[in-house]
């Protein structure tokens, strides 16, 4: 049975915003968010030189919905995009690991620091433990300051690090390994 998760936040500037789970009709603006995310921050994989097909998007999202163990939520200003969150269980029918998810998230610089991160992680959190996942992954470089203070502040410990994990405009940078055990 396809799934679907809707609800709003209200930001620390007494803003609301949507999040839902995109859906194939959404892909074109998730395009331009994924270009606008590369322009505002190196802290991605994505850049300004990759398009992502409108078709790839829109399987992306049907595959989420459809999928018991995957959720790509996106946040919505007035219908734009402003973040996105991708979580996924890699091997779902593997017995020894199947109670690991992953995720990756991107907010629009002009919407950082009012507490929409905190929101797409709770309710991945839920989510996860809905399914019965215990650890939830990640990666953040090391450089990504603000991210890596929101992960610790919503539990996520640095397991290690991965060096020279990036070179973006002729710098090395590194990347931590995150995780958080959900109980």
């Known amino acids: 049975m396809p799934k679907y998760h809707s609800?709003?936040?209200r930001t620390k500037s007494d803003k609301t915003y949507e999040i839902r789970s995109f859906i194939p009709e959404d892909a074109n603006e998730l395009q331009n968010f994924f270009y606008q995310s590369a322009l505002d921050s190196t802290y991605t994989l994505h850049y300004k030189e990759k398009n992502i097909p409108v078709s790839k998007l829109q399987e992306r999202s049907k595959q989420a919905i459809e999928s018991q163990n995957d959720i790509f939520l996106g946040v919505f200003d007035n219908g734009k995009i402003i973040g996105q969150l991708?979580?996924?269980v890699c091997y779902p029918d593997h017995p020894w690991v199947k109670h690991i998810?992953?995720?990756g998230m991107t907010i629009?610089?002009?919407y950082w620091g009012q507490g929409i991160?905190?929101?797409l992680l709770a309710q991945m959190e839920s989510f996860a433990k809905?399914?019965?996942v215990t650890r939830i992954e990640a990666r953040v470089r090391s450089s990504n300051e603000r991210g890596v203070s929101l992960y610790k502040k919503s539990g996520y410990q640095i397991e290690g690090s991965r060096k020279k994990a990036a070179l973006i405009n002729g710098s090395f940078e590194d990347e931590f390994y995150i995780a958080k055990l959900l109980t």
């Open 117 to 119: 991160g905190s929101a």
């Open 86 to 88: 991708f979580f996924k």
């Open 101 to 103: 998810g992953e995720f």
């Open 108 to 110: 629009l610089k002009d």
């Open 7 to 9: 609800s709003t936040i």
């Open 130 to 132: 809905s399914i019965g």
